[in-house]
């Protein structure tokens, strides 16, 4: 599968899975549901592996890894989900999602800083479209 398909894939999960975290909301704190939502998903990776037979990657893992990507889980699984869900829980999924989709600004100035990666003309482009539709969704009304 390409690239662009499976970004493509990820994105119109990520733009449905509002839609039922809002409504498993209604009588649920945003820790609880997060908690909810990451057990079901670590079960379910957990049984993919077994399922496959891929259990034994672990022993691969190099401790570096294990740090950052441990690092990775508490940014975006724990602070920055709870952070997704506690907005969920108070605004209107749209806004919520439209204000979390400028994530990949700080991605893209991250990667110039600690990477040492060099954005593109057309990446920077599309980073001021992103902070106009910023201004436009939270401007004054």
Do not use: H
């Amino acid at each position: 599968m390409s690239t662009v398909l499976l970004a493509l894939i990820g994105a119109i999960c990520w733009g449905i899975a509002p839609i039922f975290g809002k409504l498993g909301l209604t009588r649920v704190d945003a820790m609880s549901a997060l908690c909810v939502r990451t057990l079901m998903a670590g079960l379910m990776v957990v049984f993919w592996l077994f399922i496959s037979g891929r259990v034994c990657v672990f022993r691969y893992v190099l401790p570096r890894s294990y740090f950052f990507i441990a690092l990775e889980a508490i940014l975006a699984t724990l602070i920055g989900d709870l952070a997704y869900y506690a907005a969920l829980k108070r605004g209107n999924a749209g806004p919520v999602m439209l204000i979390m989709s400028t994530s990949p600004l700080v991605t893209l100035a991250m990667a110039m800083i600690f990477l040492g990666e060099d954005p593109t003309w057309e990446q920077l482009v599309g980073g001021i479209l992103i902070v106009c539709g910023l201004l436009l969704i939270a401007g004054p009304r």
